[in-house]
């Protein structure tokens, strides 16, 4: 509204010797600075919120055993698929499992039913086929149709099985066998 009634031929002519100058300066100077800036930044300590909740812990208040995703369980007694485990167990027996266990073409008819993608029912399959034998066995069924679950509620999958997760007959250490196949009467 201000420039409509003012007269643009009283402006003052461009100086172009100005603007040669400003464009030098816009060209090297401030490329300069700006890498002294970046200098300077990277030599300086991350800042670090601390005290209160963030006392004593790295991740803040929402770090590692808070019950979500992947995390899920990490500090509990029993082995967290287990609480789940009578469902899984229920769809593993009518993918008629031979020996205790079911065919990697049995076990991904059923994985499909997610609508996950390929890529990531694949990532599922190499977290959960413990053993590395392409076939499933009941404890290693239901940590695919867990893990499915935890990328459907939109959590992120680890690259490698968190000791946790892993199915407790497929343990190395049999205290932890003891604590993780603990069943509710």
Same mark, same amino acid.
Request: charged content about 30%; hydrophobic content about 35%; aromatic content about 8%.
């Given at each position: 509204?201000?420039?409509?009634?003012?007269?643009?031929?009283?402006?003052?002519?461009? /100086?172009?010797?100005?603007?040669?100058?400003?464009?030098?300066?816009?060209?090297? /100077?401030?490329?300069?600075?700006?890498?002294?800036?970046?200098?300077?930044?990277? /030599?300086?300590?991350?800042?670090?919120?601390?005290?209160?909740?963030?006392?004593?812990?790295?991740?803040?208040?929402?770090?590692?055993?808070?019950?979500?995703?992947?995390?899920?369980?990490?500090?509990?007694?029993?082995?967290?698929?287990?609480?789940?485990?009578?469902?899984?167990?229920?769809?593993?027996?009518?993918?008629?499992?031979?020996?205790?266990?079911?065919?990697?073409?049995?076990?991904?008819?059923?994985?499909?039913?997610?609508?996950?993608?390929?890529?990531?029912?694949?990532?599922?399959?190499?977290?959960?086929?413990?053993?590395?034998?392409?076939?499933?066995?009941?404890?290693?069924?239901?940590?695919?149709?867990?893990?499915?679950?935890?990328?459907?509620?939109?959590?992120?999958?680890?690259?490698?099985?968190?000791?946790?997760?892993?199915?407790?007959?497929?343990?190395?250490?049999?205290?932890?066998?003891?604590?993780?196949?603990?069943?509710?009467?």
């Amino acid at each position: 509204e201000m420039l409509q009634h003012y007269d643009f031929s009283k402006f003052p002519s461009l /100086k172009m010797k100005l603007i040669e100058s400003v464009d030098k300066m816009l060209a090297t /100077k401030i490329a300069v600075l700006m890498a002294m800036i970046q200098e300077e930044e990277s /030599k300086q300590p991350p800042a670090k919120v601390s005290g209160g909740a963030f006392e004593g812990s790295e991740d803040g208040p929402f770090g590692r055993g808070y019950g979500e995703g992947i995390s899920a369980g990490a500090d509990a007694d029993d082995w967290i698929v287990s609480r789940d485990k009578h469902r899984y167990d229920e769809i593993f027996y009518t993918l008629m499992p031979i020996n205790g266990k079911i065919t990697g073409v049995n076990a991904k008819k059923e994985m499909m039913n997610s609508r996950l993608p390929n890529t990531v029912l694949g990532k599922i399959w190499k977290l959960a086929d413990c053993d590395r034998d392409g076939m499933l066995d009941d404890e290693e069924f239901a940590l695919a149709q867990h893990l499915i679950q935890i990328k459907l509620e939109g959590y992120e999958l680890p690259s490698e099985l968190p000791d946790h997760l892993v199915p407790p007959s497929h343990r190395k250490n049999p205290t932890a066998d003891a604590l993780y196949n603990h069943t509710e009467d």
